[in-house]
């Protein structure tokens, strides 16, 4: 009988072209040694996060290694590095406080922050007791099959660190995400919200109320609007529930994505018209007792109504609502810019959203809907009146970044690719460039700090140190009043920088994939004041855990550099002939390579143990941070850009490497990289034979138009009546389903409501008409990342490369046993 599979197996490899003499057992063992759950016990912290105090410059950080959680303070003015507190002695004090067992090694301490003269912290812990959960009347009200009515309690407590003295707070606020409808005034006098499509705001005292009690029928609401309706509303929409769960709450208070005045005296909002946009719909199967219908408003590229964005401005003094003359192009979209939010407040509780600009403007974008022309203005509030500062134009779309104000709103730092990279610009506010600030070969990332005193700006960039991956970030100074660029942190890794808002000292955390991630603290002239962790992967390493490998290679055209990484099995055997596959996803907006080490290895370094050369590789058209050339490379074909770069990528590879198989090549995307991974198979099916193809927008005509226009471009028309019209044209993969040779498996969750299930079904039917066997999988009740069918999804998409790549026909058992050896049977 063995024999008989086994040459069952030869059969089926033979015939999808490629020959294996020996069909290799995929190695299950060895991949569920590096689950999701598995990984939570063998890779801790990897950066710090610095919480900058208030008053002074220095932080705190929490850091977990194999030994447990610890809480250092660090002051870089006389570089010292100590622990917060003592683990053992806190234990002990939490122990005969909350009556449950602490020590100092199993320490977990929530939402720590600095209280007072930043001598005291504050924390809460969870008890074994149980209370009755505070919302639990609400939760059975929604669901009436609920049972657990009880949660763990937890204690709030403030610690003083000069004479480690414990108090409990024995009446802490409501946790803050019961009231997330609360869009709260800078000077927190005002709570602005909506309720029944339209607006209301309530001062301090009600809102105190409903902190405590939200159905207090004593609190005071004032209403603003009157004119709202559903699709036309002054707050959020409720985007993710069903018909059902929209019904019942209807009546709630909802947050209204307001900025405020650094006064608390205005406010605006925008407010989009989307009633004559058509309804998309999908369907929740497993909902009980009955499927529940979703129903939600969705734009397609290429349809003619599309929604009307308005920009309203509210002044508490006139009780006003004004609507803001800024029509500029059919069909625009509106881009408004909250204030930065100092480094020193990130802990805070309550940060209220301000505008960008002061008491008498505010500055905003409005982009045409081909993305090729972008404005920024200024709002003039005594004068009611939109000032253009900057115009962008392009035949390509153009990306945009919120402009740093400075220098009490005369200057303005704008980025522009207009020159062909990302670059940084310094206007006045009459909208004069006063010179161009960064220049180059190279891409500016973002504003990490000013110094208006000093004149300086702190950027990250990256590409322009020769030599590196010309991905890796780095933190650079240049003056506002022109010179040469300083680099702050050299070394040939991906940099993560956290400045304080001094701009005196940062953090800097570097890795690469193939390294062991590192911190370190320095000064705003970039010398290193000291060291401060490295990430501890001494059980990865003891479970076999190995680096991947970075590798370059060249594009199709023989000229671009591509780079890419690739992952072995941690048993690799060099004399051993390996299928590849291919992780891909195509961009725009990013490429799926990693360029520092991390803790995500589902799709890539766990995929490799089964027994593949797993590898990421970019493509032209891919990454923003490079070349606008580069970036744009696949404006207009949509569909096929990437293919021959990774084509090409997987023949240098095997030209390279003995071990590689290149009769035997499969691919694997999730959503756009699910679209490209089944193009891939349909444009060269001779060289692609297996694709897992997930949540895949395979009709791009049916995508949200924001995503697909900009991409892939849709053309403005004036007609000769002067009316605008915009024409949209795209290759599907449904256009190709003739083509398909090798293995297909198609998978979407049917409650996707980003990439709609219908991409899917679509292909399927094309698929289907053109008599094409191939495999689908719909995951029930999942959105667009398949949330706790995640490991479901993986081990399907492995046995499917295990049986179609290395040739495996023996059928797994049933049970999947990788994932249920990880649960504890309670029944």
Not at 427 to 436: A, E, H, K, L
Request: charged share 30%; no cysteine; hydrophobic share 35%.
């Amino acid at each position: 009988m063995k024999n008989a599979i086994l040459g069952l197996s030869l059969f089926f490899v033979v015939g999808l072209g490629f020959a294996q003499q020996n069909p290799s057992q995929g190695n299950y063992e060895l991949a569920a040694r590096f689950s999701p759950e598995k990984l939570k016990k063998l890779i801790f912290s990897t950066e710090v996060r610095p919480h900058w105090l208030k008053n002074s410059d220095r932080f705190w950080y929490e850091f977990e290694t194999t030994d447990g959680k610890s809480w250092y303070i660090v002051n870089p003015a006389n570089r010292s590095k100590t622990e917060l507190f003592d683990k053992d002695a806190l234990a002990a004090k939490l122990t005969l406080a909350v009556k449950d067992p602490f020590d100092g090694q199993h320490l977990d301490l929530n939402d720590l922050k600095f209280v007072e003269d930043e001598n005291v912290i504050q924390f809460k812990v969870k008890s074994t007791e149980e209370v009755l959960k505070k919302d639990w009347e609400e939760i059975k009200e929604k669901n009436r099959s609920a049972k657990d009515s009880l949660e763990k309690k937890t204690f709030s407590f403030r610690y003083n660190l000069n004479n480690q003295t414990l108090t409990e707070i024995e009446d802490p606020d409501e946790d803050k995400k019961r009231l997330s409808w609360a869009n709260i005034s800078p000077d927190s006098s005002k709570v602005v919200f909506s309720k029944n499509e339209n607006l209301f705001w309530m001062d301090k005292e009600n809102f105190l109320k409903a902190v405590k009690d939200e159905k207090d029928s004593t609190i005071v609401e004032h209403q603003l609007t009157e004119d709202g309706e559903k699709d036309y509303s002054y707050g959020s929409s409720g985007r993710g529930d069903d018909n059902v769960e929209e019904e019942k709450k209807k009546d709630d208070r909802k947050r209204a994505s307001v900025l405020w005045s650094p006064d608390s005296k205005q406010f605006i909002l925008t407010r989009t018209d989307s009633r004559q946009v058509k309804d998309l719909w999908v369907l929740h199967n497993v909902r009980n007792p009955r499927p529940t219908l979703e129903t939600y408003k969705y734009a397609m590229p290429g349809e003619k109504v599309q929604p009307v964005t308005e920009l309203k401005h509210y002044s508490f003094e006139s009780e006003s609502m004004t609507d803001l003359d800024i029509a500029t192009f059919k069909d625009q979209s509106v881009g408004l810019w909250s204030a930065n939010i100092p480094a020193r407040n990130r802990d805070d509780d309550f940060k209220p959203v301000k505008w960008l600009g002061n008491n008498n403007f505010f500055y905003f974008s409005i982009t045409s809907r081909d993305l090729k022309k972008i404005d920024v203005y200024r709002w003039n509030i005594a004068d009611s009146s939109k000032e253009l500062l900057v115009e962008e134009r392009s035949n390509t779309y153009i990306e945009i970044q919120k402009p740093e104000i400075i220098n009490n709103g005369r200057e303005m730092i704008h980025w522009s690719e207009r020159d062909g990279w990302g670059h940084y610009y310094l206007y006045d506010m009459q909208g004069n460039m006063i010179r161009q600030l960064t220049s180059g070969p190279f891409h500016a990332e973002s504003i990490e700090r000013v110094d208006e005193k000093n004149r300086l700006l702190y950027f990250t960039a990256n590409a322009r140190e020769k030599g590196e991956d010309p991905y890796y970030l780095h933190l650079y100074r240049v003056s506002l009043n022109g010179g040469n660029i300083t680099l702050l942190n050299p070394g040939n890794y991906d940099h993560k920088i956290a400045i304080n808002d001094a701009a005196s000292f940062f953090v800097n955390n570097y890795s690469r994939v193939n390294t062991t991630p590192a911190s370190a603290l320095h000064d705003n002239q970039g010398r290193k004041i000291m060291d401060l962790e490295e990430a501890d992967l001494s059980s990865l390493f003891a479970a076999g855990y190995k680096f991947p490998e970075p590798f370059k290679v060249k594009a199709d055209d023989g000229i671009t550099d591509l780079y890419g990484v690739m992952y072995k099995p941690f048993d690799f055997d060099s004399t051993r002939f390996y299928p590849i596959i291919e992780y891909v996803y195509p961009g725009p907006q990013t490429e799926a390579v990693n360029k520092s080490f991390g803790r995500s290895m589902d799709r890539i370094d766990r995929l490799a143990q089964l027994g593949f050369v797993v590898v990421t590789v970019g493509n032209r058209g891919g990454h923003p941070a490079r070349s606008k050339w580069y970036h744009n490379y696949g404006y207009g074909n949509l569909r096929d850009y990437g293919l021959a770069d990774k084509k090409a990528a997987v023949e240098q590879l095997a030209d390279r490497h003995t071990f590689i198989d290149k009769s035997r090549v499969g691919i694997h995307g999730h959503s756009g990289g699910g679209f490209m991974s089944t193009a891939a198979m349909l444009v060269y099916p001779d060289f692609f034979k297996v694709a897992v193809s997930s949540a895949g927008n395979h009709e791009n005509n049916i995508y949200n138009r924001w995503w697909s226009e900009k991409h892939h471009g849709v053309k403005e028309v004036i007609t000769p009546k002067g009316d605008t019209t915009f024409v949209y044209q795209i290759e599907k993969n449904p256009d190709l389903a003739k083509n398909l040779k090798g293995r297909l498996l198609l998978v979407t969750g049917d409650v996707d409501n980003n990439v709609h299930p219908a991409n899917t079904i679509r292909m399927a039917n094309a698929l289907i008409k053109a008599n094409k066997r191939f495999d689908f999988i719909i995951l029930p009740g999942q959105r667009h990342g398949f949330g706790d069918m995640t490991e479901y999804f993986f081990w399907r998409m492995a046995d499917y490369y295990v049986q179609h790549l290395l040739g495996d026909y023996t059928p797994p058992p049933v049970d999947m046993l990788e994932i249920q050896r990880e649960k504890a049977l309670t029944k």
